[in-house]
């Protein structure tokens, strides 16, 4: 039996065990026993297959390295030319070309770990099914591996296995009372995850080329909304949109992250202890748009030392002429619509011991997790060892971690799953791990009493 099952190889999955190797705990942690599930062949993600660049810091990419206690593990790889090549964005905005190709020498660093210990591995090509927990309040994975069924049993789990755009769950979700993506011709949404590969893109260039209008929707205000609006207009001809072509259609524009405060007041934005980081002095530090969605919003409100950008137009749901008529108008006239609604976590089904599925908030539309980053259940709950972490999980960091007290929306970041969210996750599974069978076996238990009296 494992200590650990991970759920997903990506930067998420492997943040808590980057967070143990900077602490000097992994080699104690793998010797319990971690097995790390993907149905890729490798460990690192697929970022890199987006041709945006990242809205982080190359230098956050990079601060793993440093931690003495992380050198036996990852110390090689401040050699290698890739390492090198970021680190001429520390303090800038790397393509995520080069974040991912990082990140996949991080992760081979990462598969060498398990593999050297006798108790700990890295299982590619398998699908996670489903879990089952037991009464003693162990856990097995079902999994798929070349069309059979392998089970593996363990102590705690670990669910990160990315996000899933709510388009693709939620056609018929109500933009405004009346008006659906269900009604927009198909073969003119292209989701914004997907416009980010060079295939997605490719397809938006050929769907406006035979529209009879380049008039481009996107409905949201967040960093992917601004993220698509970038990469139209700089990876486009620059005539080719012209004034207005380009409508965001948001509740709220994300608001703009700052160094401090006094860059903040140049720019026209006003602070308060609101969106103040109390531990930084940065101003919107986990909520606020960076990077090339930043720059492109500066223009669009014309901040100051900006050129204006005339082909992009912002619009909010309250704004006086935004109405379900025009609405429906605007997305019948549009040649290409790009929903970027966010994320929600993925999930496979978890059922109790006796056989029941187990509700889970996220898949009723909340967050998949609370501050201790267990699994939250539909009813409010939470189950004692599934954790889960990354894309799309809706972790709100609090307290000690600092950010802004008005964050909205969910935080995703690579620093904070190797850092603050890394290490909530490492603690929870410590106790757990520590806790007396005979307690685990009444957690257990209580969660069939709870999983009964729902149903």
Known sequence: MFATLIMGAGPGGTGP??????QGRLRDWLGEGVAVIDRSDAIGGTIGHYIINSDSLGGAYLECLEAPPAEPFFGSL?????????????????????????????????????????????LPRREIRALHLHRDGSIA???????ETQWLEARTAIMALGGRQRVADEPDLEI??????????????IASDRLFTADGFARARAVLAAAPRRR???????????SAAWLLTTQCEQDFFAASDIVILCRQTAPLFYPSRAEALADGTSVSNRNLCPNTQRVNRFGGLRGDGRELLRRVEQRPGTQPEARIRVFRFGDPDVSAIWLRSLLDDAGLVIPAF???AATVPIFDAQGRRVALAADRGAPAVGR?????????GSLPNVFGIGLGSGYQPWGYMGGEADIAGQTNSLWLY??????????????????????ALERARGLDAAALARR
């Open 141 to 147: 994975a079902e999994l798929g591996v070349a069309g």
């Open 17 to 22: 065990l980057v967070w143990a190797a900077q």
């Open 418 to 439: 190797q850092n603050h969210i890394g290490g909530e996750v490492y603690r929870g599974i410590e106790d757990c791990l520590r806790t007396p069978r005979r307690l």
């Open 342 to 344: 966010g994320y929600r």
């Open 216 to 226: 481009v929707v996107i409905l949201g205000g967040r960093h992917s909304a601004f």
């Open 176 to 189: 405004l009372p009346g008006v659906s993506l269900r009604a927009v011709d198909p073969a003119k949404i």
């Open 372 to 380: 201790n980053a267990r699994l939250r259940l539909a009813d409010g």
């Open 78 to 122: 401040r050699d290698e030319a890739v390492t090198h090549e970021l680190e001429g964005f520390r303090n800038g905005f790397p393509p995520l070309s080069l974040v991912g190709a990082y990140l996949a020498r991080l992760g081979d660093r990462i598969e060498e770990a398990l593999r050297t210990n006798p108790r700990s591995a890295f």
